[in-house]
T-cell receptor
Framework: GDSVTQMEGPVTLSEEAFLTINCTYT??????LFWYVQYPGEGLQLLLK?????DKGSNKGFEATYRKETTSFHLEKGSVQVSDSAVYFC???????????FGKGTKLTVNP | DAGVIQSPRHEVTEMGQEVTLRCKPI?????LFWYRQTMMRGLELLIYFNNNVPIDDSGMPEDRFSAKMPNASFSTLKIQPSEPRDSAVYFCASSSRLAGFWNEQFFGPGTRLTVL
């Protein structure tokens, strides 16, 4: 079935380091792809999204490009900050419905 | 808008008791989702509604779980009887296909449930 696989964490970086969190999805249909972020003690919030192949989603310095040829949607940021410490979830749409299928989440800790 | 509102934020109960979690979606949103989050299983979709009608409840773990949406501004998730393995954070989310928010789900702060 439709699924999303993201790299296992936790990931620990120093401030201003480069971040990549890998995400791949099952190649069924034409899904929209998302990255959500969950800060401690809060619900998930949308970070960025892409709705078709070669689209690039971006927000708050984070970017991800919808790669159909590699079925990937890797999250990147050039210079992380302590405030980026959170859990990041990759997600895709399921069929033509409003359902989202989430990856297991990757916990990022950024040290000063 | 106040966002998605959930209550209570924390619930501690004893095994066998009934638990009711409440959610108020964002006004005007026509989809409502209930999720459960645990360390072991991650984020699981339990059920979702469209225009107050349950569309997919395939994620509801068993008959002890039930969800209702009596009107567009209120939903409940009930567990009866509760068991220790139900301990988790339960999230409610809402979305709308209108205004360009296609598939963007807005999450509430969650209810942390502990069943002793």
């Amino acid at each position: 079935g439709d699924s999303v696989t993201q790299m296992e964490g936790p990931v620990t970086l120093s401030e201003e380091a480069f971040l990549t969190i890998n995400c791949t999805y099952t190649a069924t249909g034409y899904p929209s792809l998302f990255w959500y972020v969950q800060y401690p003690g809060e619900g998930l919030q949308l970070l960025l999204k892409a709705t078709k192949a070669d689209d690039k989603g971006s927000n708050k310095g984070f970017e991800a490009t919808y790669r159909k040829e590699t079925t990937s949607f890797h999250l990147e940021k050039g210079s992380v900050q302590v405030s980026d410490s959170a859990v990041y979830f990759c997600a895709r749409t399921w069929g033509g419905s409003e359902k989202l299928v989430f990856g297991k989440g990757t916990k990022l800790t950024v040290n000063p | 808008d106040a966002g998605v509102i959930q209550s209570p934020r924390h619930e501690v109960t004893e095994m066998g008791q009934e638990v009711t979690l409440r959610c108020k979606p964002i006004s005007g949103h026509d989809y409502l989702f209930w999720y459960r989050q645990t360390m072991m299983r991650g984020l699981e979709l339990l059920i979702y509604f469209n225009n107050n009608v349950p569309i997919d409840d395939s994620g509801m773990p068993e008959d002890r779980f039930s969800a209702k949406m009596p009107n567009a501004s209120f939903s409940t998730l009930k567990i009866q009887p509760s068991e220790p393995r139900d301990s988790a954070v339960y999230f409610c989310a809402s979305s709308s296909r209108l205004a360009g928010f296609w598939n963007e789900q807005f999450f509430g702060p969650g209810t942390r449930l502990t069943v002793l």
